[in-house]
T-cell receptor, first 114, second 117 residues
């Protein structure tokens, strides 16, 4: 009974490198959300995807950040040319196609930019 | 715009005391959902409760209880007879009724609760 799986749990990158965070939704879930939690802050919505479609990316920074949810495989949050301000916990959540009212969150991926 | 305010940044109590975490929200929607999540030191987010705006009945689950008051836009969370394992950061969140399945939660800043033995 696997929940939302995120990897890596911890990632360290130097400034200018790329970070890729992966999220496998719960079985049967076709909707994926990414949230970012900056240190000592609450979570903030970044992007909402369905299979092969970005539905709402209103919370994504305009540059360097991208997300995808391919037909096969996990959802990927990609951060290019990372900066120190990208250091945060990135949470993925999934929900089934039919709205049930609950978002199931993964354990988060903690990115540290040196 | 939607907003959630958790005015208490940190709370520290002694074990077995009751503690209430405050949550005040703002929304223009007439239908919306309110949530509480727990984030223990291990970092994951644990769902505690969801309440829709039409249901103002208070809810009790074991030592946890929630008081939803639409008139004051508050959704407070009380832990009775607190235990050390309750130590965590607690987040209150709000979402509009999803359109096309999109459920975007707006989170408060969180309240760090420490239960001392």
């Amino acid at each position: 009974n696997a929940g939302v799986m995120q990897n890596p749990r911890h990632l360290v990158r130097r400034r200018g490198q790329e970070a890729r965070l992966r999220c496998s939704p719960m079985k049967g879930h076709s909707h994926v959300y990414w949230y970012r939690q900056l240190p000592e802050e609450g979570l903030k919505f970044m992007v909402y995807l369905q299979k092969e479609n970005i539905i709402d990316e209103s919370g994504m920074p305009k540059e360097r950040f991208s997300a995808e949810f391919p037909k096969e495989g996990p959802s990927i949050l990609r951060i290019q040319q990372v900066v120190r301000g990208d250091s945060a916990a990135y949470f993925c959540a999934s929900s089934p196609k039919t709205y049930t009212g609950e978002l199931f969150f993964g354990e988060g991926s903690r990115l540290t930019v040196l | 715009a939607q907003k959630v305010t958790q005015a208490q940044t940190e709370i520290s109590v002694v074990e077995k005391e009751d503690v209430t975490l405050d949550c005040v929200y703002e929304t223009r929607d007439t239908t919306y959902y309110l949530f509480w999540y727990k984030q223990p030191p291990s970092g994951e987010l644990v769902f505690l409760i969801r309440r829709n705006s039409f249901d103002e009945q208070n809810e009790i689950s074991g030592r946890y209880s929630w008081n939803f008051q639409k008139s004051t836009s508050s959704f407070n969370f009380t832990i009775t007879a607190s235990q050390v394992v309750d130590s965590a950061v607690y987040f209150c969140a709000l979402s509009e009724v999803p359109i096309q399945g999109a459920q975007k939660l707006v989170f408060g800043q969180g309240t760090r609760l420490t239960i001392n033995p």
